[in-house]
């Protein structure tokens, strides 16, 4: 496959979801067809706080999808005082994270990056702050950096990144928006790597009203004839991206391309200020064709907005009818997706949730099921279109996958990427000989539990291949002060000596036994550069010569943060 010009790499993901800690989560749910929307009880929603009022509204909607210990966190590993991280907004400490989390899977240390890394990302309205502001002391002084403005500039500023640092705020539209603005400024040579994404933090309070946003039990039903609404979730995601033609020179691992993008307002040829406009989601579709240079034809799947409104499901399938109208499809060979049928709506980190997603199927080869997909929507004609809803996982064979993600932020302002799978790599031999895996963290607790989780990640995983694990630990990871080496020749024995937590230089286990427990061919020269790195040295030892792969993120210390 030749590269595209003018594209952008996806290198890295991370975030949380309702029931999933993390992408490979995200990813294991979908295919199995998990709906994490939470019904909650009542004790629930008292201990959130929710008031009488509320609770006895026959309207007020109890599910919505949640995150645990939103209110936790590890100010120390961000250098931040006890006091500081109170006052900061739960979404910025959750974006924080996260940030963290997607450098590491892009294996970039931004300290050691020759570059410039940009951070674009949206948040929702500061919750936390306006609960303090109105059940607290009325006295208490306004904090300064309590904003969603403020989210990338606090990202730039805890991890040291120097790019541009822009606070993306269209709505539910924010974050895959954030992401056409950082994939531009890459194409401008604004930066060299950029982090993009969105974040919200939620709780119960909604109601339904017919015609609304919010479903009556928070089920989302997109283009169903059920259809009616969704409901509000908590969720962050982030995406690190480079230009393809830098990923491809540094031999990143690349998780997919962006071919093409396109950010468009709906104007004012709608019903109304809240209302969906059809010319303006059909134009942001074509648009986004237009700059990947691709007919409709070469889209597979389509990652919609997905709402499960009546009115906003017809709109946006007719929208994409009339972008594809530029050529007689089949029927039935677009599939269509919304994974607010498996999360809610996650409104600001919505879009990125869905390019992920799309990320995911293109790289994988599978489109998953659409969620409470029973009878389609009465005002589309979808024997008419080339659109269908899976109602289970469909293996996706195509010479080259590609997807469309839209996002349409309420106000009127619409996204849409186009995504298509990676270029293939070189080939590579098979991994042969010792290897040295370097594993550290800021405490013992942080590295015990680092050396349990990427145990469990290489036993759950045994076709990954050791140089490129020993290459993501080495290249990839910041070294921090409490630290271990694993030097093995296979999974197996890394695995026994991630899990022997008594020694901070762990050999391969060898039950003959052999010079203090060592089989006699363990190499001398990486068991001292081990030991050398374990005591504060560098990596002395050959590189291995792998790739970046993804391996379970810092496993961060989190503690009750509340003020």
């Known amino acids: 496959m030749s590269l595209p010009e003018d594209a952008i790499a996806v290198v890295g993901m991370a975030g949380r979801f309702p029931g999933a800690p993390d992408v490979a989560s995200l ?21 959130l706080g929710v008031g009488e009022r509320l609770l006895t509204d026959p309207a007020h909607v109890r599910a919505g999808g949640r995150l645990p210990d939103v209110t936790a966190f590890d100010a120390e590993f961000f250098g931040m005082p006890m006091d500081e991280a109170a006052a900061m907004d739960p979404q910025q400490r959750l974006f924080l994270e996260q940030s963290w989390a997607a450098l590491e899977d892009a294996g970039c240390d931004p300290a050691a990056f020759d570059g410039l890394i940009g951070v674009f990302g949206g948040a929702s309205v ?32 805890r991890l040291g990144l120097t790019g541009p640092a822009m606070a993306v705020q269209t709505a539910c539209s924010s974050s895959l928006t954030a992401v056409c603005v950082a994939a531009q400024h890459l194409l401008d040579y604004r930066c060299d790597l950029a982090l993009a994404g ?26 169903d004839a059920a259809g009616q609404g969704g409901a509000y979730s908590s969720g962050v995601a982030v995406l690190a991206l480079k230009r393809l033609e830098d990923a491809v020179e540094a031999q990143d691992r690349v998780l997919a391309v962006l071919r093409g993008w396109a950010v468009v307002n709906d104007g004012a040829r709608r019903a109304g200020f809240a209302a969906p406009g059809l010319e303006g989601q059909a134009r942001v579709v074509a ?46 060979s677009v599939a269509l997706g919304s994974v607010k049928t498996n999360l809610g709506n996650l409104d600001t980190a919505a879009g990125a949730a869905g390019l992920i997603k799309a990320v995911l199927a293109v790289r994988h080869g599978v489109i998953p099921a659409n969620l409470h997909f029973e009878r389609p929507h009465p005002d589309v004609d979808f024997a008419s279109l080339p659109f269908y809803v899976p109602v289970k996982n469909v293996a996706w064979d195509a010479e080259t996958r590609r997807a469309g993600v839209s996002s349409f932020g309420l106000g009127g302002t619409n996204a849409h990427v186009i995504v298509e799978q990676a270029p293939a790599g070189p080939p590579r031999p098979a991994a042969a000989g010792w290897r040295v895996l370097p594993v550290s963290a800021r405490t013992p607790e942080a590295l015990r539990q680092a050396r349990t989780r990427l145990a469990d990640h290489l036993e759950a995983a045994p076709g990954t291949d050791l140089d490129d694990v020993a290459h993501t630990l080495t290249a990839g990871r910041r070294a921090f002060a409490c630290r271990a080496a694993i030097v093995c020749r296979d999974l197996t024995q890394a695995v026994a000596g991630l899990r022997d937590l ?13 010079r203090g427990g060592l089989p006699y061919d363990a190499p001398e020269d990486l068991l001292r550069a081990a030991a050398a790195w374990v005591n504060g040295g560098g990596p002395a030892w050959p590189p291995p010569g792998g790739r970046i792969v993804s391996l379970p993120a810092y496993p961060f210390q989190r503690e009750e943060v509340r003020s």
Not at 502 to 514: L, W
């Open 502 to 514: 008594a020694e901070p230089v762990t050999p391969p286990h060898d039950p003959a036994g052999g």
């Open 27 to 47: 990813w294991r749910n979908l295919l199995d067809g998990v709906d994490a929307v939470h019904d909650h009880t009542e004790a629930e929603l008292r201990a």
């Open 198 to 223: 969105g974040v919200s933090v939620t709780e119960p309070r909604f109601l339904h009203t017919p015609g609304g946003l919010v479903s009556p039990d928070g089920r989302c039903r997109a283009f």
């Open 126 to 157: 500061n919750r936390h702050f306006l609960y303090r502001q109105f059940t607290g002391d009325p006295d208490e002084p306004l904090v300064p950096g309590f904003a969603p403005d403020y989210l990338a500039a606090q990202t730039a500023y």
């Open 287 to 332: 648009e986004a064709l237009a700059d990947a240079g691709l007919p409709p034809a070469a889209i597979g799947f389509v990652e919609a907005h997905g709402s499960g409104t009546a009115v906003g499901d017809a709109i946006e399938l007719t929208a994409l009818a009339q972008a594809f109208s530029d050529e007689p499809l089949p029927p039935a």
